[in-house]
């Protein structure tokens, strides 16, 4: 069965940083561009960030910026999503996607795969 499992979402206080991983079974990510999204209560799902399968593109929310890091590790089959500097409005739940594109492309539209997501809470 080829599905992504998103893991690392928890409650965090301002100021705090968490790591969100997504591990593929299944299929290998090896050809996969990554992308990570959130939703958030009440609105529309957003792209966050995106990695080209190759690892050398990256792209980044303005939102985000300067505090999130987008990572894979093909060997472990696994795209990391480094969360500093948590500010309340990062709250959501937040979903690993894949999609089969060329070595130094991502995008966040037509994903393949999705996985069920994990919530992130930023509060006091």
């Known amino acids: 069965q080829l599905q992504l499992v998103e893991s690392g979402g928890d409650l965090v206080q301002p100021g705090g940083s968490l790591r969100l991983s997504c591990v593929a079974s299944g299929f290998t990510l090896d050809y996969y561009a990554i992308g990570w999204f959130r939703q958030a209560p009440g609105k529309e799902r957003e792209g966050v960030s995106c990695?080209?399968?190759?690892?050398?593109?990256?792209n980044y929310a303005d939102s985000v910026k300067d505090r999130f890091t987008i990572s894979r590790d093909n060997a472990q089959n696994t795209v990391y999503l480094q969360m500093n500097s948590l500010k309340p409005e990062d709250t959501a739940v937040y979903y690993c996607a894949a999609r089969r594109l060329q070595q130094t492309i991502c995008a966040y539209g037509g994903m393949e795969f999705w996985g069920k997501g994990t919530l992130v809470t930023v509060s006091s």
């Open positions: 990695i080209s399968s190759s690892g050398e593109l990256t």
